[in-house]
């Protein structure tokens, strides 16, 4: 996989007790989904410095505690570029969220997740991190909407 071109992206979730944190997307990649707050990891910083400004941008939260929770690779079918997407959650955050140009934010309970108006995979991996239990997946889409193959799996590294 190391010579594919590869997009680093990440994906944030802030958690409370019992419930979470979601963004509709306003506009571009996945609009009128809802989904964590993230994006592209520029040239000039970490994949963890893109996550908290990516947090800070969409949803004005800052969050200095990211615990790394899982690592999702994305294909799509005919397209060479993987998305390597590195997901995040935090339970000790500053700050109210609020709406961006990029986000609506709005609390969901735990068992109330908006699955249907999420990204197809969303119901594979959340499981994993809603119990905290680190995970590595790979999905293989065909379209935004159709999963042609995928894997899931616990991981225990840090
Ligand atoms: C193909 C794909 C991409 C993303 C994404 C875009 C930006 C960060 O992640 C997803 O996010 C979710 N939940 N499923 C996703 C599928």
Known sequence: MSERLR??????FVREPGKILLGLKKRGFGCGLWNG????VEKNETILQGAK?????EC???????ERIGLINFEFENDPVILEVHVFQTFHYIGDPV??????PEWYKDGEIPFNQMWPDDKYWFPYMLQKRKFEAYFLFKGMDTILD?????SLND
């Open 99 to 104: 709406e961006t140009e990029e986000m609506k």
């Open 7 to 12: 997009k680093i992206l990440t994906l944030v």
């Open 53 to 57: 400004r990516e947090l800070v941008e």
């Open 150 to 154: 995928y894997w899931i799996k616990e």
């Open 37 to 40: 707050f993230g994006g592209k």
């Open 60 to 66: 004005g939260i800052q969050a200095d505690v990211l």
